[in-house]
């Protein structure tokens, strides 16, 4: 795996790309210099941490025989204040479905993403508490 990096500005606007030609803009806090083009980098991994859970999540309810028809997680994420690097020490993932879903079926596949399958979430558990929980939106 690889990924570029190239500054854009002369500040801290940064665009990020991979083999694929996919792009990212990052750009810092304004107590730094930036200017609110891009996402932070620790929003960005805040990102990629619902995006590994939720690509296994999506895929283990399809092999459960349970597609959801939509899929959306609200992350938040709370960082060491007073420490250099200010890490994450607490992080909640709440996944809201939507389908006719089994709720015992839903609850088995975010646990089993977010405590064995997700890289991501394998990472950031090594300083940080991961906890999640979700809601269902029944199809009408």
Not at 19 to 41: A, F, M, Q, T, Y
Not at 80 to 100: C, R, S, T, W, Y
């Amino acid at each position: 795996m690889k990924i570029q990096l190239k500054r854009l500005n002369d500040a801290v606007h940064f665009e990020g790309s991979n083999d694929d030609g996919n792009i990212v803009h990052l750009d810092g806090s304004p107590d730094i210099g930036g200017e609110g083009k891009g996402i932070r980098p620790m929003q960005l991994l805040l990102m990629s941490l619902a995006g590994c859970s939720s690509i296994d999540v999506v895929s283990l309810l399809k092999k459960m025989r349970q597609p959801p028809e939509d899929v959306r997680v609200e992350v938040s994420g709370e960082r060491a204040l007073d420490e250099v690097p200010a890490v994450f020490k607490k992080i909640h993932m709440h996944f809201i479905l939507k389908g006719n879903l089994d709720e015992a079926k839903v609850a088995k596949a975010i646990g089993m993403s977010v405590d064995k399958y997700c890289s991501v979430a394998r990472m950031l558990e090594k300083t940080a508490e991961i906890t999640w929980s979700y809601e269902i939106e029944l199809l009408r």
